[in-house]
């Protein structure tokens, strides 16, 4: 495993193989997975599992309630969302959860919207705002996203 000096790594749940790089913070209860890359500038928050293989792209801060599974590319500055109705110091008693399946990639400035789950082998386009789920294969697009074609097995 590889920290980079000046990250800030709380968390003793990494996965071997993985790479934190710089001005990175995972705070202490995350759970990541072995051989995945953590770019620059980024942040993995408390109730939080990666899977194995993850490429976190730099840019990204990946809220309390998301679980991202195996193989998942996450390009940069893509944002994920944990609350519906967001207001300053008033929080939920539960954070909408964000599940990112297996083999699915978003791409760079995307946005995911609290409560979705996308597909196995899924791929969200660049750009593109997720407002309800991507079904696996399912390649979506837009604002918001919608189902351009799918990937075939």
């Known amino acids: 495993m590889f920290i980079h000096p000046l990250s800030d790594v709380q968390s003793s749940n990494i996965g071997d193989g993985t790479r934190v790089w710089q001005f990175a913070i995972v705070l202490k209860e995350a759970i990541i997975g072995r051989d995945c ?4 500038h980024t942040l ?3 109730d939080v599992v990666l899977g194995d293989n993850v490429t976190v792209k730099s840019g990204v801060y990946i809220w309390d309630g998301t679980t991202i599974g195996n193989n998942v590319f996450i390009g940069p500055c893509a944002t994920f969302t944990n609350d519906k109705m ?5 929080y939920p008693e539960d954070f909408s959860r964000i599940t990112i399946e297996d083999y699915a990639s978003i791409g760079a400035n995307a946005t995911l919207l ?3 789950t996308i597909g196995t082998f899924a791929m969200v386009g660049a750009g593109s705002v997720v407002t309800k789920d991507v079904p696996a294969y399912g390649v979506v697009v837009g604002n918001p996203a919608k189902i351009i074609k ?3 097995q």
């Not at 890359?37 to 620059?40: D, E, H, K, T, Y």
């Not at 967001?86 to 008033?90: I, Q, Y």
């Open 37 to 40: 890359n953590i770019c620059a």
């Open 86 to 90: 967001p207001r300053s110091k008033v």
């Open 114 to 116: 609290p409560g979705v």
């Open 150 to 152: 799918y990937i075939e």
């Open 44 to 46: 993995i928050e408390n």
